[in-house]
């Protein structure tokens, strides 16, 4: 009898300890399980959530083979920056098997599969990577591959000055960028949405948007100059460009519950661009005609988005 009341006794004190402690520190001993909220976790797998695990994003694939044709001279030092699981470094390598092929992938699991394929990988960001360490002085590079790369940098300009200092100066850059100023993105942006997903233009990944006058304005800002240019289309703006080329410009086309005008075959073109593809060249001001200067010299054109200068 006395035990029991002798229990009572201590587990009230407890408890009265428990309830000050918590009412003075806001804390306390934690609450019993039974008491405790139900762990929140969400109801299915959103994209959203690749943020939080980047290592289930290995990309696979990459361009089309051929995009090499855009390269203006045989490689033989080549650098594939963010090179993923090595597919297009592959396709290089067996369309130039003399290549070496060095890649630089910041993804544990990707690096991991691409240092079986191609001749060095770097697991690391390109920034970081000590090149005095890894043997290469400048210059000895002659291609950069940057395959859907820079929309995914916080800095891609500061990256592209990296490669400007490292490079030979007649070294060629085989770069692809997605097109923000697509279509069907501009569509979907009427409609009320800017979808994220796994892949594709508003890959959650993708942290930069360029559209192609912007494109030139960083490239040539960075020390290069373009050489050659391409693009690609997904199956449903090659549909809109396949149905508005011929005609008279400028013509008006019907983007779901919007039009614009399109003033020309060119701005169609650019309209249904899925991705742009460039060769660049790095380039002092000085070799640059007055067209190119532009890009260095003219003022942005004033945004009609709020800024606040």
Known sequence: MIGTLLKQLVK??????KYHVKRLFGGGAPADAADAPAFYTPAAKFDWQVLSDPGSQVYVGGPAPSTLDLLVQEPKFVLDVGCGAGDFAVQLKQRFPGARVWGVEPGKDAARFAAKRLDRVLPEMIEKVDWNREGVKRGDIDTVLLMDVLEHI??????LLTLRNLVSDKAQLLISIPNVRNALLIQDLV?????????????ITHI?????????RMFYQTGFRVLRTGATQCTGSAQILNQNRDGIFPKKIALGSASITVDSPEDLDNLCALQHLFTLQPANYEQLSLRERAYIDAPHPPTLAYSPD
């Open 12 to 17: 009230g004190l407890g408890d009265y300890a």
């Open 154 to 159: 916080y800095d891609p300009w500061t990256t």
């Open 208 to 216: 930069r948007f360029f559209t192609l006058n912007d494109m030139y």
């Open 191 to 203: 409609s009320g949405y800017w979808r994220y997903r796994r892949a594709g233009l508003l890959d």
